[in-house]
């Protein structure tokens, strides 16, 4: 089971750290990736890293301002998102899947139960 944990509400400019810890099993082995669903929209990748951590890929609406991490002695994986808009109101999800490359929401089989974010004055 995956946990989300950060969401809350923001001003457009600020920062939220998202995190997302295992329940049961460790991280390690997985790639990890952020997605998200605003009302209305198709959930969407935000952020992707490799199990080694070596690897990461960005949505182009993130880059610059979301930076995706992982400390394995935790066993926990963090979005640490600056700069933030309106636009980036959404649910947030994390998942976990061994053996993909892609950071595309249909290639993820284990998901937490989300964590809002909401961006406004």
């Known amino acids: 089971q995956l946990v989300e944990s950060g969401g809350g509400l923001v001003q457009p400019g600020g920062s939220l750290r998202l995190s997302c810890a295992a329940s049961?099993?460790?991280?390690?082995?997985?790639?990890i990736g952020w997605f998200r669903q605003a009302p209305g929209k198709e959930r969407e990748g935000v952020a992707c890293?490799?199990?080694?951590?070596?690897?990461?890929n960005y949505a182009d609406s993130v880059k610059g301002r979301f930076t995706i991490s992982r400390d394995k002695a935790k066993s926990t994986v963090y979005l640490q998102m600056n700069s933030l808009k309106p636009e980036d109101t959404a649910v947030y999800y994390c998942?976990?899947?061994?053996?993909?490359?892609?950071?595309?929401?249909?290639?993820?089989?284990?998901w937490g139960q989300g964590t809002q974010v909401t961006v406004s004055s």
């Open positions: 890293i490799s199990a080694s951590g070596s690897s990461t």
């Open positions: 998942a976990a899947e061994m053996f993909v490359s892609s950071c595309h929401p249909v290639d993820f089989g284990s």
């Open positions: 049961g099993f460790t991280l390690d082995y997985y790639m």
